[in-house]
């Protein structure tokens, strides 16, 4: 008999299966969850931030103007969470198109497998992301602005 049985090894599946195309389109899925998420973090931000500073306005405050930077820190950390997660599901989606486009088939074993990052990689993500360019000049030129609304407007 010989080591390498029918059974030992995983089945495997080519681009037209069913499950590598159900795979795919979950993964399209996530990614477009992802970039919905980093946009409703954007809209909110400049929702709570503009009310905010009306408020404040209108209650002749001015010195609390610096109570928006609190919304604009959490989504500047949310967004960039989102965008790193977005950013590793499609390294997820690329490498596995990679891996599939080499041989033209896949083991069964790889389809299906969803591992967003924990723990540190989580972190570096954050980090990698937060210095994006569809990240870090929108946050920056809305504290700019709270900051030119502190001191010249109110």
């Known amino acids: 008999m010989s080591n390498s049985s029918p059974q030992s090894q995983p089945p495997k599946v080519t681009f037209e299966s069913d499950a590598v195309q ?5 993964l399209q899925g996530v990614v477009a969850r992802m970039a919905t998420n980093s946009a409703n973090c954007k809209t909110w931000c400049i929702s709570l931030v503009s009310a905010i500073l009306v408020v ?12 928006s930077l609190i919304p604009i ?32 088939e896949i ?12 723990g540190m990689n989580v972190v570096n993500l954050l980090l990698a992301s937060s210095l994006s360019f569809s990240i870090y000049p929108f946050y920056l030129t809305l504290l700019l602005t709270v900051i030119i609304a502190r001191y010249l407007i109110l």
Do not use: M
């Open 107 to 118: 083991t069964i074993d790889k389809v299906f497998v969803l591992k967003p990052p924990k």
């Open 22 to 26: 159900s795979y795919l389109n979950i």
């Open 56 to 67: 404040i306005a209108d209650k002749n405050k001015p010195n609390y103007a610096w109570i």
């Open 73 to 104: 820190v959490l989504f500047f950390l949310l967004d960039s969470y989102y965008l790193g997660q977005e950013r590793s599901f499609r390294e997820i989606y690329n490498n596995f198109i990679k891996e599939l486009h080499s041989s033209g």
